[in-house]
């Protein structure tokens, strides 16, 4: 029998049981993929994160849900970066790089005169595909009619380093009503059937808000939804520069918000600067301790 200690960090808020939770494991380097996997499913956020060492980075970060290893994940990201900031691991620096399965990213963390941390990481090139399934299925899978959803943007898959669908949605009254059937997804998300599903509108909460989220987990990584979601946080930003205002200069700044349906609402900052091809994209957000607590692993 193998303890494990865990430690929780919410991420994308100040304020504990807020935002979105994730687990974070130190001296990840002694586990197994198996009992990454086993310690995931027993702590039960979206993510836990494991930081080990890399040879190509300053840094190494592996991500798994309940259910799969993931590719990058943004939440954890920050709470990832924000544990080791504020528990001695990363000495004075204020840029480095990571390592992960969507490849090497640089992250630069500042401090305000207020002593708050922020943290700020580069994502993966967008990437978008077009979605070629039913709308009226996609509508009733997470519980809303087809005239729910915007009828002059784009449904499409997007990823700047997970894949998820972006549903357009006309208003914000219809957030409140979703209720996703995940097991559906599959069978609708045709061309990308391991996708998450990412609901978003331009009307919002916040009065200094650009847009409002929810975000559906797929159905085989062994959650529901996620709370606040930074990697979907900037691929809506993509999304944004391409279709919602394509006539910026060199840069956009965007704030989404994300997880009041849940009681967890956090907001991301999102910023699109345009590159020769597409677009880059860089996250900021902040992240706050919780607690720590064991895992006992099976074998």
């Not at 002059?152 to 894949?163: Q, R």
């Not at 559906?184 to 990308?192: A, G, H, N, Q, T």
Request: aromatic content about 8%; hydrophobic content about 35%.
């Amino acid at each position: 029998m193998k303890s494990i200690k865990v430690y929780h960090y919410d991420a994308f808020s100040k304020t504990p049981n807020k935002g979105n939770p994730a687990g974070i494991v130190l001296g990840g380097d002694e586990l197994t993929d198996e009992e990454m996997q086993e310690v995931a499913l027993k702590v039960g956020f979206n993510e836990t994160a494991f930081p080990i060492q890399s040879e190509v980075a300053d840094l190494q970060i592996r991500y798994f849900t309940p259910g799969h290893e993931t590719n990058l994940c943004g939440h954890a990201t920050m709470a990832t970066v924000y544990a080791l900031i504020t528990r001695g691991y990363l000495g004075n620096k204020t840029d480095f790089t990571i390592e992960t399965k969507a490849g090497v990213l640089p992250i630069s963390v500042k401090t305000t005169a207020e002593g708050e941390i922020l943290i700020t990481m580069k994502q993966a090139q967008p990437e978008f595909k077009k979605f070629k399934g039913s709308k009226k299925d996609l509508a009733a899978s997470i519980g809303l009619e087809e005239k729910d959803i915007h009828d002059d943007l784009p449904i499409a898959y997007g990823s700047t380093g997970a894949w998820t669908l972006l549903v357009p949605i006309k208003e914000l009254v219809a957030f409140e009503k979703m209720k996703p059937n995940s097991k559906e997804f599959p069978s609708i998300l045709k061309e990308m059937p391991k996708a998450s599903v990412h609901p978003f509108c331009m009307q919002a909460y916040g009065m200094d808000v650009d847009m409002h989220a929810r975000h559906f987990s797929s159905p085989y990584s062994g959650t529901i939804e996620d709370a606040i979601t930074g990697t979907a946080s900037g691929v809506m930003g993509a999304y944004y520069a391409e279709h919602i205002n394509n006539k910026f200069n060199d840069s956009l700044n965007l704030i989404v918000e994300q997880g009041h349906e849940m009681k967890k609402d956090g907001r991301v900052m999102v910023r699109v600067s345009r590159n020769e091809n597409s677009f880059d994209i860089q996250i900021t957000g902040n992240a706050v301790y919780v607690k720590e607590f064991d895992v006992t692993l099976d074998k």
